[in-house]
C-alpha cells in the first residue's frame, strides 16, 4: 500500500478558490489510480474526482465538474485538486485516495486514504 498525506485545506470565502495536496510514499506512486472523496458533518463519504496512473483520463462527481480539476505529477509523487468558485456545500474533510485501477477509486473502493483536510467555504 502507499501512504497518502494531505496538505491545503482551509478557510475560504464563497466563489474563492483552495489547492489540495496528497503527498505519497512509496516507489510505486506512478502505478497507482488517485482520487478524492469527502465527508461533511452527518453524511457519508462521497467521491468527488480521479486520475488514472497516468493521469490520461480524469474523471468527476456531477456536483464539482467544471469547477474542481485534478492533476497528478508522478515525478514529484503528488496529486492535487484545484478548486475554484468554492460553494459552501463543498465544505467537508477531503481525503486523498489511491488504488489500482481508477474504476475502483472512482466506486469507493479504495486500499488506501489519507488522514483528510479541513475544507470550509463561508457563504
Known amino acids: 500500500q502507499v501512504q497518502l498525506v494531505e496538505s491545503g485545506g482551509g478557510l475560504v470565502q464563497a466563489g474563492g478558490s483552495l489547492r489540495l495536496s496528497c503527498a505519497a510514499s512509496g516507489r510505486t506512486f506512478s502505478s497507482y489510480a488517485m482520487g478524492w472523496f469527502r465527508q461533511a458533518p452527518g453524511k457519508e463519504r462521497e467521491f468527488v474526482a480521479a486520475?488514472?496512473?497516468?493521469?490520461?483520463?480524469?474523471y468527476y462527481a456531477d456536483s464539482v465538474k467544471g469547477r474542481f480539476t485534478i492533476s497528478r505529477d508522478n515525478a514529484k509523487n503528488t496529486v492535487s485538486l484545484q478548486m475554484n468558485s468554492l460553494k459552501p456545500e463543498d465544505t467537508a474533510v477531503y481525503y486523498c485516495a489511491a488504488d489500482n485501477l481508477a474504476s475502483t477509486v472512482v466506486a469507493g473502493r479504495v486500499g488506501s486514504w489519507g488522514q483528510g483536510t479541513q475544507v470550509t467555504v463561508s457563504s
Open positions: 486520475i488514472s496512473w497516468s493521469g490520461g483520463s480524469t
